[in-house]
Nanobody, 123 residues
Framework: QVQLAESGGGSVQAGGSLRLSCTAS????????MGWFRQAPGKERVEVAR????????YYTDSVKGRFTISQDSAKNTVYLQMNSLKPEDTAMYYC????????????????WGQGTQVTVTS
């Protein structure tokens, strides 16, 4: 099993920044990639960023490109999501997740999930 714990959410004004952290514990060698998802009230959960933990390759959904940066500290088993130039439409519950192999990463079949951290952006 892999346990994931997010932190760093909060409330910020539009244009501000937040950094989310996700620390993995347990069988962390099963985390081929880790992703950040968000879910706003009444909307589907969507992936906003992904990092392949072995090579560091990253992926971003179009709406956050140039504003969000996903990174990792392998020694700490932690993945970060730096969010800059935040907009009210970024308001959501943010979740980190882990998938165990390349195919599952590509098809977004994440097996392990954190509990989520709330991000609220006010105008």
């Amino acid at each position: 099993q892999v346990q994931l714990a997010e932190s760093g959410g909060g409330s910020v004004q539009a244009g501000g920044s937040l950094r989310l952290s996700c620390t993995a514990s347990g069988y962390t060698d099963r985390t081929y990639c880790m992703g950040w998802f968000r879910q706003a009230p009444g909307k589907e959960r969507v992936e906003v960023a992904r990092i392949y933990t072995g090579e560091g390759t990253t992926y971003y959904t179009d709406s956050v490109k140039g504003r969000f940066t996903i990174s990792q500290d392998s020694a700490k088993n932690t993945v970060y999501l730096q969010m800059n130039s935040l907009k009210p439409e970024d308001t959501a519950m943010y979740y980190c997740a882990a998938a165990s192999d390349f195919v599952r990463c590509q098809i977004k079949e994440y097996r392990y999930w954190g509990q989520g951290t709330q991000v609220t952006v006010t105008s």
